[in-house]
Nanobody
Framework: QVQLIESGGGLVQAGGSLRLSCALSGRMFSTYAMGWFRQAPGKEREFVAAISSSAGTTFYGDFVKGRFTISRDNAKNIVFLQMNSLTPEDTAFYYC????????????????????WGQGTQVTVSS
């Protein structure tokens, strides 16, 4: 397993933006497909976004509706989640996840597919 450390969460007003980062320790970051999930109090952890190891393919949860962008920098072992037009409904703990894969083009949307998880970062959107 690898270690994942998220950062970038915080308090923002509705309509604002945040950029989350997730740093992966260890080598061979480019062999990991990455994902972002979130969990609000009393709710299940839900899929937010995923990116293939090559960064060639991405996928988003239905609620994203063009507001978020997932990207990665394989040279720096970091994956990002740019979140724009935030609403109070986006308030949650956001988690980064990694899955080692031999495919450069696959992404994964099921949380059970992922091997490693970060500790999460809190995002709070005020109205």
């Amino acid at each position: 397993q690898v270690q994942l450390i998220e950062s970038g969460g915080g308090l923002v007003q509705a309509g604002g933006s945040l950029r989350l980062s997730c740093a992966l320790s260890g080598r061979m970051f480019s062999t990991y497909a990455m994902g972002w999930f979130r969990q609000a109090p009393g709710k299940e952890r839900e899929f937010v976004a995923a990116i293939s190891s090559s960064a060639g393919t991405t996928f988003y949860g239905d609620f994203v509706k063009g507001r978020f962008t997932i990207s990665r920098d394989n040279a720096k072992n970091i994956v990002f989640l740019q979140m724009n037009s935030l609403t109070p409904e986006d308030t949650a703990f956001y988690y980064c996840a990694a899955k080692q894969t031999e495919s450069g083009s696959y992404y994964y949307i099921d949380r059970d597919d992922y091997d490693s998880w970060g500790q999460g970062t809190q995002v709070t959107v005020s109205s």
